[in-house]
């Protein structure tokens, strides 16, 4: 016997329940990655043990044995979150306390408990993700849900689980419109969970923290960091070199770690604040729109330099005096924004100035042969044949010099660095990734009594051919240097060119082992991967454009394209409340015209029976027309001869051979029935 039709034999409640266990097993699949692993075990242990007893035929546990597993699961709760609120905590909480209702699932009242904790724990998924891969996954859960609540409202024999699931997808397809309307115009609210923590330690992408040689091997994340339309006829970018997306800026240097500059109250001292920025444009501006993906930071990016504000209703915006823009609460969602960059600027001040004194800071105690290298520097006459004289421009270049023709290497695998990380860069490894080169780099120029500092961001990306949308990844993060020279300002060098040109002007990237699947898939056809992937990410795009950055600003467009000068909430909610309302009388008189579609033989022979009764006749609901017709001889005689005559002919109609004459009869009857002289209640009538 096969495993279908071993299932197909089990009895009612084992067949649905073993249904609505696979479907909250689906539910609750996407809450591994979030749950603490004491929770997924103990989940999927409760699951396999309640399927079991369902295909056993097996008594449920006590509910002293359940009530240990609850004081368990709140216990386990308080011991990892410390707490039973909040997103995370109250996540765990809901998926044990719904692993654990399976197993009391005894009676109807149970399984709506079930139901509505299924319902919720579903909503929760896109607590940490709204991608369009978990609403899919969660639209077939929607589905699964609904199908096992109309299965749980078929008591009677063994109704197909393909009736059911039909029945529940012309329900989510009847009230797709309305969550349609509603979602549309359903007034834009701000997430009501916390922010999700950052998971960005060994992998590329942006922090707020630059550590120096403490990751061993990086791990290029592929995923989209943003994606650009540049405002420009045929939607071409600027060339590769020139892509420089700037995000944190890093001033501070404690021997490990890469800081910002502090701004907050107590470090405004006149010798410790940040250079202005003095921003200089020239030249033509460069017009785009971003769609930032969320990083749960405050940070903008940006292409160098953007002096205006960009263009995103709803949010607090400002630049730091480093050209850094920032909002005012961090980027939890999707954001999507105009701006517009100079690629040719300049800024910072044009001559020296205590606050620059700053960016030539070094801790003490650190990397001591860099610093014995600037003296060198310093006194080759080759590279400052005039110690009077600024000899920034020839120090920069003799040190982009040593990095092409030093045997350095841009690697992801540089293994761990120890204390002097400079020291271990410039003499013993010579080889890192960007942060390394840029690090070393900064110290060597500091040591020279050159100001300077790092900048992260994104440097580069790869234009989509589908939707022509330039691709952004995590993988594209960078980090660059800008050094201070006097008569220019800030001046952006990147040393990691000088190592490896590839990497900003061919946009050569390095690459991470792939997996088996895409290993072969790559292997068998290169172009058939690309294409999967652009066509995958020019739908996510999508996705992210019209659901997830559907904003209130965008809701008031829609307004003013209905017809509204000047859109405002109350007009928003009555657009709302008229598509509600008219929904409503739609569903009503669907309902009364799908009642007249019912089987119109059995209506007129019910009208009938209620005549009868009118006259003192009461009938059965069961009983045939041939029946009726000799009780209401029987009971009014020669009175009630024509009324049996039509019941007689109305029951040969039920099985007329050719149906279109059956129809043209069945309308005779219906003029027949409003002309028969029916009997009256006679009192006296026995």
């Avoid at 942060?435 to 009594?449: G, K, N, T």
């Avoid at 800030?490 to 990691?496: A, G, H, M, N």
């Avoid at 007249?596 to 069961?622: E, F, V, Y």
Wanted: glycine share 8%; with cysteine; aromatic share 10%.
């Amino acid at each position: 016997m096969t495993l279908r039709q071993t299932f197909a034999s089990l009895p009612r409640d084992a067949r649905d329940t073993l249904f609505l266990l696979f479907v909250i097993v689906w539910v609750i699949a996407p809450q591994v990655g979030n749950l603490p692993g004491w929770a997924t075990l103990m989940a999927a242990g409760l699951m396999l043990w309640r399927g079991w007893l369902a295909w056993k035929g097996l008594p449920l546990p006590s509910r002293w044995t359940l009530l240990v597993f609850v004081a368990a699961a709140v216990a386990g709760t308080l011991f990892t979150h410390r707490t039973i609120l909040g997103r995370d905590a109250g996540v765990t909480l809901i998926v044990m306390l719904l692993a654990l209702k399976m197993l009391e699932l005894r009676a109807r009242r149970d399984a709506m408990v079930v139901f509505f904790l299924g319902f919720f724990t579903m909503l929760s998924n896109f607590f940490y993700s709204q991608s369009l891969v978990t609403a899919a996954a969660m639209l077939v859960a929607l589905v699964g849900l609904l199908t096992a609540l109309v299965n749980a409202h078929m008591p009677v024999g063994r109704p197909p689980l393909a009736q059911s699931l039909g029945t529940a997808a012309r329900m989510a397809l009847l009230g797709a419109p309305i969550m349609a309307a509603l979602f549309m115009l359903f007034p834009r609210m701000a997430p009501l969970w916390g922010v999700p923590s950052d998971a960005m330690a060994g992998r590329s992408g942006l922090s707020g923290v630059m550590k120096v040689g403490t990751v061993a091997q990086l791990a290029l994340d592929d995923s989209v960091a943003m994606r650009v339309r540049f405002d420009t006829p045929d939607g071409a970018a600027p060339p590769q070199r020139d892509l420089y997306f700037r995000g944190p800026v890093f001033g501070s240097f404690n021997g490990t770690e890469w800081l910002p500059l502090s701004y907050g109250p107590g470090d405004l001292r006149m010798d410790r604040l940040p250079t202005l920025a003095n921003l200089r444009t020239e030249g033509e501006p460069l017009r785009y729109e971003v769609t930032l993906e969320p990083h749960k930071q405050p940070w903008l990016l940006l292409l160098d330099a953007a002096p205006e504000q960009p263009r995103l209703p709803g949010m607090g915006l400002f630049m730091t005096q480093d050209l850094q823009w920032f909002s005012t609460r961090p980027v939890t969602d999707v954001l999507r924004y105009q701006a517009v960059s100079y690629p040719r600027f300049t800024h910072g001040p044009m001559a020296m100035t205590p606050a620059l004194r700053t960016y030539t800071e070094l801790p003490a105690g650190f990397n001591p042969r860099t610093l014995a290298l600037a003296q060198q520097m310093r006194n080759d006459p080759r590279i400052a044949p005039d110690p009077a004289q600024d000899n920034t421009v020839a120090l920069v270049e003799a040190a982009l010099t040593r990095l092409r023709t030093g045997g350095f290497v841009y690697s992801l695998d540089p293994g761990l660095y120890g204390q002097h990380t400079a020291d271990e860069f410039w003499f013993d490894r010579k080889e890192g990734f960007c942060e390394h080169i840029a690090s070393a780099f900064v110290v060597l120029m500091r040591a020279l009594d050159i100001p300077a500092r790092i900048v992260t961001g994104y440097q580069g990306g790869e234009r989509n051919s589908v939707d022509g949308l330039w691709t952004v990844r995590q993988s594209d993060a960078h980090a660059w240097t800008e050094v201070w020279m006097a008569g220019q300002g800030w001046v952006r060098v990147d040393p990691t060119s000088a190592v490896s040109p590839g990497r900003t002007g061919a946009f050569q990237r390095l690459q991470a082992p792939q997996g088996a699947f895409a290993t072969a898939v790559g292997t068998l056809s290169p172009g058939l991967a690309q294409n999967m992937r652009a066509v995958w990410e020019a739908v996510n795009s999508r996705w992210n454009q019209w659901v997830l950055n559907y904003t209130q600003s965008r809701q008031m467009d829609l307004l003013k394209a209905l017809g509204f000068e000047s859109p405002s909430w109350q007009d928003l909610t009555m657009v709302l409340g008229f598509i509600v309302m008219t929904f409503a009388l739609g569903g009503v008189g669907w309902s009364l015209w799908e009642r007249s579609q019912h089987d119109p033989w059995l209506r007129l022979l019910a009208r009938s029976r209620r005549r009868m009764a009118a006259a003192g006749l009461n009938l059965p609901d069961n009983l045939p027309p041939r029946s009726m017709a000799q009780r209401v001889q029987a009971q009014f005689g020669a009175e009630g001869a024509a009324v049996a005559d039509w019941l007689l002919r109305l029951e040969r109609l039920r099985y007329a051979p050719n149906a279109n004459a059956a129809h043209a009869a069945l309308a005779d009857l219906r003029r027949e029935y409003r002309a028969l002289r029916w009997p009256k209640a006679d009192p006296n009538r026995s």
